[in-house]
């Protein structure tokens, strides 16, 4: 005789508790600049919003926040999945980190100020951090 089973659809995430680390200006800015790693040939597909894992305040089944993204394409990220984040960067010789280089996109994206102003966040206390 089996078991009594549950049969009811399973109850989707709503991420709502991630939300403060979610950016989709951002990342569709980001999509839309060219590989990271253009210049040392091999790229292949669409351009993505590769997160850096390594950045902190990741979960089990969750992303690290969006600011902590690349643009990559989509053959260099799947080498990247491939290869997990130590190997990847020091087969392609990064340095500074791609954690840095996720910063400097983060800076350098037109709409940041206004976002940030949004969520209350001091931009006094941003340009502090920045520097």
């Known amino acids: 005789m089996f078991a009594r089973v549950d049969t009811r659809p399973r109850k989707r995430n709503s991420h709502r508790a991630d939300?403060?680390?979610r950016c989709?200006?951002?990342l569709r800015w980001l999509?839309?600049?060219?590989?990271?790693?253009e210049a040392k040939g091999g790229c292949s597909g669409k351009v993505r919003a590769c997160h850096v894992d390594y950045a902190g305040d990741k979960g089990i089944g969750?992303?690290?926040?969006d600011e902590h993204a690349v643009p990559m394409c989509d053959g260099h990220h799947g080498q990247q999945h491939a290869w997990g984040w130590k190997s990847f960067e020091a087969n392609y010789r990064i340095n500074p980190s791609t954690l840095e280089a996720?910063?400097?996109?983060?800076?350098a994206w037109p709409g940041?100020?206004?976002?940030?102003?949004?969520r209350g966040v001091d931009l006094d206390d941003v340009a502090e951090d920045d520097a």
């Open 62 to 65: 969750t992303k690290v926040a």
């Open 102 to 107: 996720a910063a400097a996109y983060w800076r």
């Open 24 to 26: 989709e200006p951002f």
């Open 19 to 21: 939300e403060w680390k």
């Open 31 to 37: 999509r839309g600049r060219r590989c990271m790693l």
């Open 112 to 118: 940041r100020g206004a976002w940030l102003a949004r």
